[in-house]
């Protein structure tokens, strides 16, 4: 059973482009959501966090679909230091380690 | 600078040798996680503590033990009866209260079994 599924990509775009990842989380309860960045051989570090009502933060946005039990981020006007894994978050519920996804592979391409 | 510390950065271990990994956080966190990521993985959990001198088993314990005697640090040792301890460990921690608190990573570990 995976908790946290994420299409793996690799997702190549031209610079300037928009992409969206979605993501699909099997725990009905979990209640934080999160979106984290992850660049090669590095440790990931959190992008933002997901809120009911969505949220934007400069050219990334992202949505939390609690019916249908998915999350999105969208990431408009693409950049070459854009490229990196991102990796998809949840918290089952109260005081719980976080679950990953395996991660989206980004590369913008010039 | 507040932050989570990891050492080593890269280790070697012989087959059938014990190694810790170190995790030190100032940030006053409560909760302290130990993660491991192999390529082109996702991260799976090993070990976490909620609190001082209290700890759960992840999805992927077997093979790992830790201590948690101070609420800064969370050390993880890869026993000999861990069969594939090669790959790349990472210490989080959060402020382990309910609702939305992130987690934050220290930079890793890469263990490689020689």
């Known amino acids: 059973r995976k908790e946290v599924e994420q299409d793996p990509g690799p997702f190549n775009v031209p610079e300037g482009a928009t992409v969206a990842f979605n993501c699909t989380y099997s725990?009905?309860?979990?209640?934080?959501f999160f979106w984290y960045r992850q660049d090669c051989r590095k440790e990931p570090k959190l992008l933002m966090s997901?809120?009911?009502s969505g949220n934007e933060d400069g050219r990334f946005t992202a949505q939390l679909n609690r019916a249908s039990q998915y999350i999105s981020l969208l990431i408009r006007d693409s950049k070459l230091s854009d490229s990196a894994t991102y990796l998809c978050?949840?918290?089952?519920?109260?005081?719980?380690?976080?679950?990953f996804g395996k991660g989206t592979r980004l590369s913008v391409i010039a | 600078d507040g932050g989570i510390t990891q050492s080593p950065k890269y280790l070697f271990r012989k087959e059938g040798q014990n190694v810790t990994l170190s995790c030190e956080q100032n940030?006053?966190?409560?909760?302290m996680y130990w993660y491991r990521q192999d390529p082109g993985q996702g991260l799976r959990l090993i070990y976490y503590?909620?609190?001082?001198?209290?700890?759960q088993k992840g999805d992927i314990a077997e093979g790992y033990s830790v201590s948690r005697e101070k609420k800064e640090s969370f050390p993880l040792t890869v026993t000999s009866a861990q069969k594939n301890p090669t790959a790349f460990y990472l210490c989080?921690?959060?402020?382990?209260?309910?609702?939305?608190?992130?987690?934050?990573f220290g930079q890793g570990t890469r263990l490689t079994v020689v």
């Open positions: 725990n009905s309860a979990s209640q934080s």
């Open positions: 978050v949840a918290r089952p519920s109260g005081n719980t380690p976080l679950v």
């Open positions: 997901v809120y009911s």
């Open positions: 940030l006053n966190h409560d909760a």
């Open positions: 989080a921690s959060s402020t382990g209260g309910f609702g939305n608190t992130e987690a934050f």
């Open positions: 503590s909620q609190i001082v001198n209290d700890f």
